[in-house]
């Protein structure tokens, strides 16, 4: 199989190409290098994919309309993941403009390239977060998204509308995977474990949001990269949406207290009232991804912190050598 990836040097995007490239496909990854985080660490990502026959870079920003209708046209891909995105809850306060540029201009010019050159399959990246503030846990797919609570939510479900529209319409096939809190080697320096373990190990002090009551469905990213392999190859609806969560809902306290247990270090607590765009727990309901997609996660958040941590450490060998 032939697999465009957008966002593939990114953190998801790139552990996925390994697995792809390491299932025996050819890969093409789309990335901008945007600066949001050092783009540095994005090239580190891939330079075992670099090495690979079957791999190729185009360094390209999907929302550049005709450079994305060349790549898609000229490689002509069995399939397109699409994960390129804006990030960011609070960020996505401050430049709302920017994460609706790029969430939905930049999906809607992907759907017209796959809709055009006639691509047989796509899977999305979406989020938890569009399912806001109020919804009944655990969160099901069919659940009315009334609370929505950040632009980057926002921009992320009109993506889905988007996405459900070329499927009805234009007869895509589309598989939309909403995505809980994704940990892992790898990860984002701004995500909260990367965080957390870093401010511990260097006895920084962590701020804990909601006063630490929050939870999340906290997932590895192996686990979530298998939901990805899966979709690829699903022959259902032509239309579906599934959680990749890990169906386990994990206190944010309690998130602290493994990252201490790993480190053997005390965290420096400052508490503090919710931030803004936040939401007060998830938790996925994965019945749908299991019988669906067969999706299966393995990795509880006490085996998948020290595996985060092992990583951490090694990546700061490699700085400080």
């Known amino acids: 199989m032939t697999v465009l990836v957008t966002g593939g040097a990114g953190f998801i995007g790139s552990t996925l190409v390994d697995r792809l490239l390491t299932e025996g496909h050819s890969v093409l990854c789309v990335d901008n290098f945007d600066p949001y985080y050092d783009p540095a660490l994005k090239r580190a990502n891939l330079e075992a994919a670099l090495r690979h026959p079957a791999f190729s870079l185009a360094e390209s920003d999907i929302r550049s309309r005709e450079e994305?209708?060349?790549?898609?046209?000229?490689?002509?891909?069995?399939?397109?993941?699409?994960?390129?995105?804006?990030?960011?809850?609070?960020?996505?306060?401050?430049?709302?403009?920017?994460?609706?540029?790029?969430?939905?201009?930049?999906?809607?010019?992907?759907?017209?390239?796959?809709?055009?050159?006639?691509?047989?399959?796509?899977?999305?990246?979406?989020?938890?977060?569009?399912?806001?503030?109020?919804?009944?846990?655990?969160?099901?797919?069919?659940?009315?998204?009334?609370?929505?609570?950040?632009?980057?939510?926002?921009?992320?479900?009109?993506?889905?509308?988007?996405?459900?529209?070329?499927?009805?319409?234009?007869?895509?096939?589309?598989?939309?995977?909403?995505?809980?809190?994704?940990?892992?080697?790898?990860?984002?320096?701004?995500?909260?474990i990367h965080t957390f373990t870093r401010h511990i190990d260097e006895g920084l002090p962590i701020q804990l949001y909601d006063y630490g009551r929050s939870y999340r469905d906290y997932t590895y990213v192996d686990d979530i990269v298998s939901g990805f392999a899966a979709a690829l190859q699903y022959d259902g609806a032509r239309w579906c949406i599934a959680n990749l969560g890990g169906g386990r809902p994990t206190e944010l306290r309690a998130l602290v207290s493994e990252i201490e247990k790993t480190l053997g270090k005390k965290a420096l607590v400052r508490e503090t009232a919710a931030a803004d765009g936040d939401v007060p727990r998830t938790l996925a309901d994965i019945t749908r991804a299991r019988e669906a997609l067969g999706y299966d996660p393995k990795v509880t958040i006490e085996d998948g912190v020290p595996r985060f941590v092992a990583w951490y450490r090694q990546q700061r060998r490699k700085v400080s050598s």
């Not at 709302?96 to 930049?106: E, R, S």
């Not at 846990?137 to 609570?149: G, H, Q, T, Y």
């Open 68 to 192: 994305l209708r060349s790549l898609v046209g000229d490689l002509r891909p069995d399939a397109i993941v699409h994960i390129a995105a804006r990030a960011g809850v609070r960020p996505s306060l401050e430049d709302p403009h920017l994460y609706v540029d790029v969430n939905v201009h930049g999906t809607l010019n992907l759907l017209d390239a796959a809709r055009e050159f006639g691509t047989p399959k796509l899977v999305v990246a979406s989020t938890s977060s569009v399912y806001g503030a109020e919804t009944e846990v655990p969160f099901r797919e069919d659940a009315a998204l009334l609370s929505i609570v950040s632009p980057y939510a926002a921009s992320k479900l009109a993506m889905e509308a988007l996405c459900h529209t070329y499927a009805a319409v234009h007869g895509l096939s589309i598989v939309v995977l909403r995505l809980f809190t994704v940990y892992g080697p790898r990860q984002r320096p701004d995500m909260a």
